[in-house]
């Protein structure tokens, strides 16, 4: 988990002086994982930190903290005596106050370290983290540490092309855009196609020529192709075996691939080329709903699973 500033700015540009809430460490059975935060301003949230009470008392204090102009503090809870959950661990969350001076002060380019007590130096272990992280390029994980708190800021860093604005096209991106990991590039070609709504971490690429454009795409890209047009989807694959690619997936049918299959390989493809391309994508057990389709995409993208990452669904 990463400290997602640009979410951080966006929420402070919509609702002024906004909380963080995240999670420092946590021990035993805990709802959420170190690096979890939500954001917490005087009539709504955003994100989550797990756990029923836990949020709900952590967002109390956020709100305290920002109605009294309070200081930033780090709170640990035992979940089971202070809150009465049935988790058997402890969390330590760090709350802090934004506006937007502080927010534009943050470096994106370094991992975030600050001091809420302690030596006044930060701890060895700590420093040892950062000099990995500005020597080596090695993420830091978040950590407590004598009341100094370092997490590495998220950057997006996993191309995800998606290839068509349509049903299947507004639900793959509404499930997969508020990932901060990802760097999607949505593509059609009109700009009428697209929502009027786009998501602020969503690139918008209209062009009339879908295929001319795809060598500009990174070489490790995944690709969901999903256009209105069975000419324009192959067109696409043909494209992308011809420049490179992590993995491409095809809205479609069974009976769609074996089409693909022989026109691709008509064109020059060689067979374990062609066959890295997935159709149909999602999940078949799912439905043929666009958001049962792409809840089954973005599972399988999320989980990390070997490319290529879409399972191929059942013959028809």
Known sequence: MSFDLE????AVAAHGRVARVVVASAQGSAPREAGASMLV??????????????????????????????????????????????????????????????????DPRAPFLRRFGGPETAPLPLQRALRLAR?????????????????????PTRPVWIWGAGHVGRALVHVLAPVPELAITWLDTSRDRFPDRIPENVTVLPTEALATVLHRAPKDADHLILTYSHALDLDLCHAALTHGFASVGVIGSATKRVRFRNRLTALGHAPEQIDRIICPI??????????????????ALLAGQARPILAKGREA
């Open 41 to 106: 301003w005087d009539t709504g949230q955003s994100g989550t930190i797990g756990g029923g009470a836990l949020e709900y008392d952590a967002a109390r204090l956020a709100r305290e903290t920002l109605a009294n102009a309070g200081r930033d503090h780090v709170h640990r809870y035992p979940l089971g005596p202070a809150l009465g959950q049935c988790c058997g661990g402890a969390v330590t969350l760090v709350t802090e106050t934004y506006d937007a001076a502080r927010a534009n002060a943050i």
């Open 282 to 299: 999602g999940n078949t057990a799912l439905g043929k709903h666009p958001h049962a389709i792409a809840l089954g995409v973005a599972t």
């Open 135 to 155: 020597g080596e390029g090695v993420a830091p994980r978040p950590q407590l540490t004598q009341n100094w708190f370092l997490e590495p800021l998220v950057t």
């Open 7 to 10: 979410t951080l700015k966006a």
